[in-house]
Structures are given as C-alpha cells and as structure tokens.
C-alpha cells in the first residue's frame, strides 16, 4: 500500500511541476503567491506558542 502511495503522489508532484512551467499557469501563480503575502498570510510573525521553556 505503501509504495503505490509513493507511486501516486510523485505523479501528482510531476504533473503540479509540469503545469507550473506553463506561462499562463506562473502569472496565476505569481499572484497568488502576492495576494497570500498582502493578506498577512507571509512572514509568520506573532504566530505560535512563544518561547520554549
């Protein structure tokens, strides 16, 4: 089960790389990725538990 697991995801992972080669597909991409940045969504800043003691 285990191995066609793997077999599966890493052609998922081909087909994500194949499409994201795509012109159309980057200019998406690259806005998605601003978008996500202006929303706070970047950085990570203030997020988590704090410090480990």
Same mark, same amino acid.
Request: glycine share 20%.
């Given at each position: 089960? #285990?191995?066609?697991r +793997?077999?599966?995801a890493? #052609?998922?992972a081909a +087909?994500?790389?194949q499409e994201a080669k795509k012109?159309?597909?980057?200019a998406k991409i690259k806005k998605f990725i601003s978008d996500?940045?202006?929303k706070g969504g970047g950085g990570?800043?203030?997020k988590g538990r704090?410090?480990?003691r």
């Open positions: 089960m #285990g191995m066609m +793997k077999l599966i890493s #052609g998922v +087909k994500v790389f012109p159309e597909n980057q996500f940045q202006n990570g800043a203030g704090g410090a480990v």
